[in-house]
T-cell receptor, first 113, second 113 residues
């Protein structure tokens, strides 16, 4: 079964508001990555977190990796229409020498002007 | 500019026919991947290849086949044995394996009727 869960599945946001999407794993992850897919497009890599408790910022986006390395969050402040898309987290599960990158189902974000 | 090229963008086939999806990269990446994307299910790994002439099954390899004869190319064949082939197929590459960030192509939307 799916090891990486994302919530919420859908997020309707008023332009200018903040929102957070969460990613939870049933197992400890080696790292976590976040991707954004615009409607009709392909996933684009945003960021990778590796260390326990790590926090990284990209302009209005703040990414956090939990202390136990089992969860992560993406917080967007002052949402803009350009933030529309689906945000995926992908956790590296250390199953073997290769490791498996397990994608969450994504959070689809709709922004209302 | 370096990148990943997938062709064609849209593909239509009749049930019972095999079809091959093209993926070419000029990023000089060692690892290449094929993912399948269905609505609400995130990305699922079909096959991956760490080096030329070597590839491994992913989570949903049944009904698919690949080859990796050149570093730049990783074609995917969807065979008639794949029971539900209609989907959005994404090719990706990474500089290294083991959870390094993925660069995706634009995808091929396959419709089988």
């Amino acid at each position: 079964g799916q090891q990486v869960m994302q919530i919420p599945q859908y997020q309707h946001v008023q332009e200018g508001e903040d929102f957070t999407t969460y990613c939870n794993s049933s197992t400890t992850l080696s790292n976590i990555q976040w991707y954004k897919q615009r409607p009709g497009g392909h996933p684009v890599f945003l960021i990778q977190l590796v260390k326990s408790g790590e926090v990284k910022k990209q302009k209005r986006l703040t990414f956090q990796f939990g202390e136990a390395k089992k969860n992560s969050s993406l917080h967007i402040t002052a949402t803009q229409t350009t933030d529309v898309g689906t945000y995926f987290c992908a956790g590296l599960v250390p199953t073997d020498s290769w490791g498996k990158l397990q994608f969450g189902a994504g959070t689809q974000v709709v922004v209302t002007p | 500019d370096g990148g990943i090229t997938q062709s064609p963008k849209y593909l239509f086939r009749k049930e019972g026919q095999n079809v091959t999806l093209s993926c070419e990269q000029n990023l000089n990446h060692d690892a290449m991947y094929w993912y399948r994307q269905d609505p609400g299910q995130g990305l699922r790994l079909i096959y991956y290849s760490q080096i030329v002439n070597d590839f491994q099954k992913g989570d949903i390899a049944e009904g698919y086949s690949v080859s990796r004869e050149k570093k730049e190319s990783f074609p995917l064949t969807v065979t008639s044995a794949q029971k539900n082939p209609t989907a959005f197929y994404l090719c990706a590459s990474s500089m290294e394996g083991r959870g390094s960030p993925l660069h995706f192509g634009n995808g091929t939307r396959l419709t089988v009727t």
